[in-house]
């Protein structure tokens, strides 16, 4: 339990470590930066034979491990929202992040549509929201990008049509069961059509939480130990349930510590590094990378070393190409 505690925020710390202010120039990054999305050929592939759509039956609102191909639906959404917000990364600065532009999408379709149908909301909403405040960041930032932006409406409105629809093509294979579950609705509520009030869509967590809050109010200075909070949530929650969000494990693990730690590390530097660096793919890629980290640590944990080395990457540095002026946003879209 100790290591499966300190192997995630391990990860965080070396990953933070290698990649701080680490420059690279504009056009390596994006070359780079597409090994990281070659692990999505192999889960699709992964998936479309270990959980065919031919054989996964959708029943009720609860997260599929069946569609998850008998892994963890949580960890599955985490991992294609990932890709997913990568690949769309690529789009917004007119790259590709395969060798063709029609593959991108198609990837995208597959990415989406097999994330949706793992019913775990996390990964999606977190990829989401993540790019969304990347794209906030361009827009009130760099003028340059809103124009582009504006230019580009139409491909955008093509591109959100296009992801309805893969939502829509979802939701008829899941028999209306997906609508439902991003409704918040227990399949009691979808198959009798009557709300009972007692669906919750953190499914829990606040509850594991509520435990996790009550340990750091018991040990305010040092928390209960590495693995330790695990025992005050049968106390408090009725069973020994694992760390469900980060924040919640570190107050209740290290106390003042760890609030410290949250405080200076996980809000003071990422918000120090997005004033100080002026490159418009910097602040870019920060926000969307550290964003994402927040939301899988929040929903997830860190049972994944996913969130700890995206948070470390955040902290890389865009260099320009020397055909190029440093504040050059590339053609959205």
Request: hydrophobic share 50%; net charge positive.
């Amino acid at each position: 339990m100790i290591m499966f505690n300190i192997t995630g925020p391990l990860s965080l710390v070396v990953a933070g470590l290698y990649f701080y202010k680490r420059g690279v120039p504009q056009d390596v990054y994006f070359h780079q930066m597409k090994w990281a999305f070659l692990p999505a050929f192999t889960i699709i592939a992964a998936l479309s034979v270990v959980a065919s759509l031919a054989t996964v039956e959708f029943t009720s609102v609860q997260s599929s491990s069946g569609a998850s191909g008998g892994f963890g639906p949580n960890q599955v959404s985490t991992v294609l929202g990932w890709f997913i917000m990568l690949a769309l990364l690529y789009k917004i600065n007119g790259e590709k992040i395969t060798p063709f532009s029609w593959l991108d999408w198609v990837m995208l379709f597959y990415l989406v549509l097999r994330a949706l149908l793992t019913f775990s909301r996390g990964g999606v909403m977190g990829s989401t929201l993540a790019l969304l405040g990347s794209i906030t960041v361009l827009y009130f930032a760099y003028p340059g990008f809103r124009r582009q932006l504006f230019k580009s409406m139409p491909y955008v409105t093509l591109s959100l049509a296009f992801f309805v629809g893969v939502f829509l093509f979802a939701n008829h294979l899941t028999n209306n069961f997906l609508l439902y579950r991003y409704q918040g609705l227990s399949t009691t509520e979808a198959l009798t059509g009557v709300r009972t009030g007692n669906s919750n869509i953190l499914t829990g967590r606040d509850e594991i939480m509520k435990a996790d809050f009550r340990a750091f109010l018991e040990h305010p200075g040092f928390g209960v130990g590495y693995g330790m909070a695990e025992k005050y949530r049968v106390r408090y929650y009725g069973s020994a349930a694992a760390a469900h969000t980060e924040f919640a494990r570190l107050l209740s693990e290290h106390g003042i510590l760890g609030l410290l730690f949250m405080l200076v590390g996980m809000l003071g530097l990422p918000l120090y590094f997005l004033l100080t660096e002026k490159h418009p793919l910097t602040r870019c890629f920060l926000v969307a990378f550290y964003l994402l980290s927040m939301f899988t640590m929040f929903h997830a944990a860190m049972r994944l070393a996913l969130p700890g080395v995206l948070f470390g990457a955040a902290f890389m540095r865009f260099l320009p190409n020397k055909s190029e002026a440093p504040d050059n946003l590339k053609k959205t879209l």
